[in-house]
């Protein structure tokens, strides 16, 4: 595709529910990242993907939060029993090869809202 | 602990006006260091790239430099016009899995 596209744009859910949000990279762009920005704030890592496997997932906060790419190209993350500190921006990024080495594209993130 | 530290946090300038924000690290091992800009609800979008042996890389209007032996960078930007209002992350790639390490960003905002 021309870029990173992530859906939805903004999702508002109440607390304790499960929600899934989607990014699909750049055709052809192995490495994936997906990042959580909260406000006023720099985006913080969560994980990152080398083709279909997680290479690094030391950011994902705790066991609530999960990520998949099952096919190396569109990746999921999923958060299960949604806390209102799960509120922010989730950025998605993809780069040819791993990111220390090529230009790394970014998504317009989803807003997830708890209430 | 790989970091990266910005100052200022914001910056008001006037329109035209020159500007230069800041950015220390501390990551290991450092591969490359990014300036990207952040427009308000939008995506980071790059502006530069540079590895440890590129002192200085400019892209239009705004100019990087790297200075590698005491881990700082900075971003100058010339002639600064409204479309430049939004936050300029500096990012570290290296450490462990060469993943992406963010600072908080410094937020602009350039008033006519």
């Known amino acids: 595709g021309a870029g990173v596209s992530q859906t939805p744009s903004n999702k508002v859910t ?3 529910k499960y929600v899934e949000l989607r990014c699909d990279p750049i055709s052809g762009h192995t490495a994936l990242y997906w990042y959580r920005q909260s406000l006023g704030q720099g ?3 969560l994980i990152y993907f080398q083709g279909t496997g997680a290479a690094d ?3 994902l906060p705790n066991d609530r939060f999960f990520a998949v790419r099952p096919e190396g190209s569109v990746s999921t993350l999923k958060i ?5 500190g799960d509120s922010a921006v989730y950025l998605c990024a993809s780069s040819l090869q791993g990111a220390w080495n090529t230009e790394a594209f970014f998504g317009q993130g989803t807003r997830l809202t708890v209430v | 602990k790989n970091q990266v530290e910005q100052s200022p946090q914001s910056l008001i300038i006037l329109e035209g006006k020159n500007c230069t924000l800041q950015c220390n690290y501390t990551v290991s091992p450092f591969s490359n260091l990014r300036w990207y800009k952040q427009d308000t609800g939008r995506g980071p979008v790059s502006l530069t790239i540079m590895t440890f042996s590129e002192n200085t890389k400019s892209n239009g209007r705004y100019t990087a430099t790297l200075d590698a032996d005491t881990k700082q960078s900075s971003l100058h930007i010339t002639a600064s016009q409204l479309s430049d209002s939004a936050s300029y ?6 450490g462990s899995q060469g993943n992406l390490i963010f600072g908080k960003g410094t937020k602009l905002s350039v008033k006519p």
Request: charged share 35%; proline share 5%; hydrophobic share 20%.
């Open chain 1, 14 to 16: 109440e607390k304790g």
């Open chain 1, 43 to 45: 985006p913080e890592f």
């Open chain 1, 57 to 59: 997932d030391s950011g």
């Open chain 1, 80 to 84: 299960q029993r949604t806390e209102r």
């Open chain 2, 89 to 94: 992350i500096c990012v570290v790639s290296g």
